[in-house]
């Protein structure tokens, strides 16, 4: 295995236990809420909302939220994709 490899898979460890509690966040505040609009209580439910942008009243992440998990969900796509390219291409010399 090579150095860089082996970098690529510390990275993703590092950062798939990070990344994976603000996007599921971000997941299951946005389908409350579009289940709370089709069902007409998008009022009663409109910190929902907020919650999924960033904003947590006190701590207002509106504007680094988004970019973050953005960022780390293309970092985590890219280093998983190596990896997937990586484990195929050894699969198919071993079977040849």
Do not use: C
């Amino acid at each position: 295995m090579s150095i860089k490899s082996i970098k690529i898979r510390q990275l993703h460890r590092i950062l798939a236990p990070i990344m994976v509690i603000p996007i599921l966040f971000t997941v299951i505040t946005g389908v409350m809420y579009q289940i709370a609009e089709l069902g007409g209580f998008e009022d009663q439910v409109r910190f929902i909302i907020h919650w999924h942008k960033g904003n947590f009243y006190y701590i207002d992440f509106q504007k680094s939220f988004p970019f973050l998990n953005g960022l780390g969900s293309i970092v985590l796509a890219i280093t998983g994709l190596q990896m997937w390219f990586k484990t195929r291409r050894s699969r198919k010399s071993i079977l040849k």
